[in-house]
């Protein structure tokens, strides 16, 4: 599968250009603000790359928290990232104490053939998943699990928080029972002013009366972090002047999703944490709704010091 490039050879700046594409922004908007960046893109890879590679603590910390034993690892063979994340899944449960007995890092994209994972899943006797794959895959593999008598203690999630999973059917309700999934921000069942906020926007502005999904709050904190960096440069900047200013933001909380935790964007904070301070938001889904999972809201680790290829 082919990947979009707008900055030739450098995937962590094409996959930012594809998510704002698939968010809903037009190509002429996003040439307008990225054309300045491309002569730097093309300088070499971009330091964030790096960041696939590293390790951290984190998911290691989550499956001791919730009494997992043996976690089973799954990613795509592409992109890069669902490869590198599962293969750095294993090595967090791997420094939490936990066995890893299995690891499949190379499963055909979007692929619903889970089969033959499942039975291994169930022949390494494997209690938890760490899955970065699209919902349709992880959904197909919980079910034969399921059919393979397999109940996961802890089946954790990198996507499906957000009403698309509300309003599902009753198929993909039933694979999600029980099911983690990872937040990069406060989700709304913390109710605190920032969530508050946000549902309060999404239900005026875009008719998202329930929990919204992660395309809905990456477009909610991009207007946030845009009018942070119009609020300093003045009006009217020239693209160059607004990348730069946002270059120069060395604490920022997305509209204070990130609760007290912060990222920065100058280029001598690159690489040091992954998110906000290492931070995870952990919820369970239960029932019809999403739930918070105590000592959870967040969950900051710290990186390792091994890296994956």
């Known amino acids: 599968m082919s990947m979009f490039e707008y900055f030739p050879g450098n995937y962590v700046w094409n996959l930012s250009v594809i998510i704002a594409l698939e968010s ?5 908007e996003i040439d307008e603000m990225c054309r300045p960046l491309r002569d730097a893109a093309g300088k070499g890879t971009d330091v964030g ?6 390790v951290n603590s984190g998911l290691g910390d989550f ?8 976690l089973a690892a799954m990613g795509y063979s592409v992109p890069p990232s669902t490869n590198l994340t599962a293969k750095a899944s294993a090595v967090s449960a791997e420094n939490a ?6 690891k499949n890092s190379e499963f055909p994209l979007g692929s619903t053939n889970v089969g033959p994972s499942a039975i291994a899943i169930k022949n390494a006797g494997s209690d938890a998943l760490s899955a970065a794959m699209l919902q349709n895959t992880v959904f197909a593999l919980i079910t034969a699990l399921h059919q393979n008598g397999v109940q996961l203690k802890a089946p954790v999630l990198a996507t499906g928080y957000g ?11 039933q694979a999600a029972q029980g099911a983690y999934f990872t937040m990069s921000y406060e989700p709304v069942e913390m109710h605190t002013a920032a969530t ?14 329930n929990d919204p999904d992660l395309n809905e709050y990456l477009g909610y904190v991009s207007v946030d972090l845009f009018k942070t960096a119009l609020k300093q440069t003045g009006s009217n900047p020239s693209s160059e002047q607004l990348v730069n200013t946002m270059l120069g933001i060395r604490s920022y909380n997305a509209a204070g999703l990130f609760g007290n935790h912060s990222i920065g964007f100058a280029m001598d904070q690159r690489g040091i944490y992954q998110g906000a301070d290492n931070c995870i938001w952990y919820v369970q889904f239960s029932g019809d709704s999403f739930h918070l999972v105590q000592g959870a809201t967040p969950l900051c680790g710290k ?7």
């Open 24 to 28: 809903g922004a037009k190509i002429g």
């Open 49 to 54: 790359t790096g960041d696939f590679h590293k």
């Open 63 to 70: 499956l001791k928290l919730v009494g997992a034993k043996n």
């Open 97 to 102: 104490g936990l066995q890893v007995g299995y």
């Open 163 to 173: 009403h698309e999973l509300l309003t599902a059917g009753a198929g993909e309700k």
């Open 196 to 209: 508050k906020q946000l549902a309060s926007t999404m239900s005026t502005y875009a008719e998202v009366n």
């Open 303 to 309: 990186n390792l010091p091994q890296t994956v290829n």
